[in-house]
């Protein structure tokens, strides 16, 4: 198994994972999260795995220095669309993560690694490179694909021969991940290392609904939702994604 990258499927990952309400659940969790730990003061960010970009987009409009660092080339011609269209610049490094510490010589202020984990061959050799990447005093936002709401999902569906056979990565063009993380594991391999300082789920609750709910819910409503329960003890590990807050020790 090798990393996965979107060089092909720049289009319809840009419509699955950021198109209707799951992808602005995302972000406002990612924003809200964010908002409550950065400084106000401008930062160094440097987004690694950055895709089209609208994360790193958000932070540039606050005031802070971006770099985004993507492999796929149709992904951050993406970003760079999107940073000129809002007028609003950036550095744009077309690099695997494997490279970055060959080409960035001073940690960043706050990283992101958003959506990134799940999609590697070994998800938790990036984690020494990050912890290099963030300044002493800075941030790491990491955000990773849930094994726990997966399994969750697929005992809602009755999927239980997948289950009994272990098989929950997608394959071929399919946008689930290849390897969603267990929260558990990655913890083990974060301690010592770094300091979770806070944990929040994304969509801890909408990607359960049934589809006609779905469909009635107002997007407003989705969000106020989201955004209350997202740290909530018996719903915070249900969210089809894991946002943790780390400081390095």
Not at 22 to 51: C, F, M, N
Not at 222 to 242: D, I, K, N, T, V
């Amino acid at each position: 198994m090798s990393d996965r990258h979107f060089d092909e499927l720049a289009t319809r990952f840009a419509e699955k994972i950021y198109g209707g309400a799951k992808g602005a659940i995302r972000l406002a969790v990612l924003q809200a999260d964010l908002s409550e730990v950065l400084p106000d003061r401008p930062l160094r960010v440097l987004d690694v795995g950055a895709g089209l970009g609208h994360m790193a987009l958000w932070l540039a409009e606050r005031g802070h220095q971006v770099t985004l660092a993507e492999p796929a080339e149709p992904m951050l011609e993406g970003a760079r669309q999107r940073f000129a269209e809002a007028g609003h610049a950036a550095t744009f490094i077309q690099a695997p993560w494997q490279e970055l510490l060959g080409q960035l010589t001073e940690p960043y202020d706050l990283v992101l690694c958003h959506a990134v984990l799940e999609w590697l061959a070994d998800p938790h050799a990036i984690l020494p490179v990050l912890h290099q990447l963030t300044a002493k005093d800075g941030v790491l936002s990491l955000a990773f694909y849930n094994k726990d709401a997966l399994i969750y999902r697929n005992l809602l569906k009755g999927h239980f021969r997948k289950l009994r056979k272990h098989k929950f990565a997608g394959e071929g063009q399919s946008l689930t991940p290849q390897q969603p993380l267990d929260p558990r594991d990655l913890a083990k391999q974060l301690d010592g290392h770094w300091q979770v300082e806070r944990q929040s789920g994304v969509r801890v609750f909408h990607d359960y609904m049934p589809q006609e709910f779905q469909a009635k819910a107002e997007l407003v409503d989705l969000l106020e939702m989201e955004l209350a329960y997202r740290r909530h003890p018996s719903y915070q590990g249900l969210g089809r994604y894991l946002h943790w807050i780390c400081r390095p020790l």
